[in-house]
């Protein structure tokens, strides 16, 4: 099984929510990528990845308010 390693900078403007849809989209794209596993962790202790379908913008808001209450 081919492993490819590599590492993505986004860069952030303070709180709040970053879609990063487009940014894996392209590195899938740029490697050739058709089928497989990723697996993507942090480097920050105040950062982290959730997975939202995105359907409703309203759950963001819903997110947003959690996680200042």
């Known amino acids: ?5 590599s590492e993505l900078s986004i860069e952030t403007y303070g709180e709040g929510f970053i879609d990063i849809t487009s940014v894996i989209n392209k590195w899938i794209h740029k490697n050739n990528i058709l089928q497989g596993i990723l697996v993507l962790t942090t480097k920050h ?18 997110l947003s308010s959690f996680m200042k209450a």
């Open 1 to 5: 099984m081919e492993q490819i390693l």
């Open 45 to 62: 202790t105040s950062c982290s990845l959730t997975i939202n379908e995105n359907a409703d913008p309203r759950v963001l808001e819903d």
